[in-house]
């Protein structure tokens, strides 16, 4: 079942939606869009703005970092973020923490954030996947799209 629901998160021209089985539903009023700020010109601004707005939600747009040396960069890229998606009035979040899953989560978590929404990318054969650890280890509703 993993197997799959990775396969579709990676490939499904949709939204790919995982609820997890004690989840009870309540409205999605803040979405907390995980990035890691690269290759931002194939990020689906359309298809975020479309989910945003269908939600009515706000939208927090955070970045899970470690090195602070990379901060510049980082920075400069969100600016580009905040140009792709200002219709939105997004608020972003740079976070420090040396384990991705565990910044997402525990802003998730202080920020009172209803879902998860991640962009799975295709990597290399042993390389950790940030998008399957969230599917199934999150205590909240994970969405994916392309």
Do not use: W
């Amino acid at each position: 079942m993993e197997s799959i629901t990775v396969y579709l998160s990676k490939n499904l021209q949709y939204p790919v939606i995982v609820v997890p089985a004690n989840m009870q539903y309540k409205p999605v009023r803040k979405i907390l869009l995980a990035t890691d700020l690269e290759n931002l010109y194939s990020l689906p601004v359309e298809a975020v703005i479309k989910i945003t707005n269908a939600f009515k939600a706000q939208i927090d747009i955070v970045h899970v970092y470690s090195k602070e040396d990379h901060f510049e960069v980082i920075s400069g890229r969100m600016s580009e973020l905040t140009d792709y998606l200002k219709c939105l009035n997004p608020h972003f979040h740079f976070v420090h923490n040396t384990d991705t899953y565990d910044g997402i989560i525990d802003f998730a978590e202080q920020n009172n954030s209803d879902i998860i929404l991640t962009i799975p990318k295709k990597h290399a054969f042993f390389h950790k996947s940030r998008t399957k650890q969230l599917l199934f280890n999150a205590p909240f509703t994970v969405m994916t799209m392309q």
